[in-house]
């Protein structure tokens, strides 16, 4: 749990945009896909983005053309550059590894603690 540790939340404008980071175990970040989850009070918990260790991506159709996932191997460090805020973006963000692929449905085999995103009208 303490492998992965996000950064980069916090009180934005509708409109606005914010970068989470997310620092990962260089031996498990070489061999993982790693995704972005988020949770919502009162929603289910929803995989909104994976970026695969040859950099492939994937995104729900939620945030689809608004957020960017990236990964920086030398630094062992994932991102999720979120633009045109929302406020049905707010939620607590989590980073997840799992070897060799990730996919709705499936059970990461790390997460980090979370940070809040919250999105004002």
């Known amino acids: 749990q303490e492998q992965l540790v996000e950064s980069g939340g916090g009180l934005v404008q509708a409109g606005g945009s914010l970068r989470l980071s997310c620092a990962a175990s260089?031996?498990?970040?070489?061999?993982?896909?790693m995704g972005w989850y988020r949770q919502a009070p009162g929603k289910q918990r929803e995989l909104v983005a994976v970026?695969?260790?040859?950099?492939?991506?994937n995104y729900a159709d939620s945030v689809k053309g608004r957020f960017t996932v990236s990964r920086e191997n030398a630094k062992n460090t994932v991102y999720l550059q979120m633009n045109s805020l929302k406020p049905d973006d707010t939620a607590v963000y989590y980073c997840?590894?799992?070897?060799?692929?990730?996919?709705?449905?499936?059970?990461?085999?790390?997460w980090g603690q979370g940070t809040q995103v919250t999105v004002s009208s």
């Open positions: 970026i695969t260790a040859s950099g492939s991506t």
């Open positions: 997840a590894a799992r070897r060799f692929t990730l996919e709705a449905g499936m059970s990461p085999n790390y």
């Open positions: 260089g031996i498990i970040f070489r061999v993982s896909a």
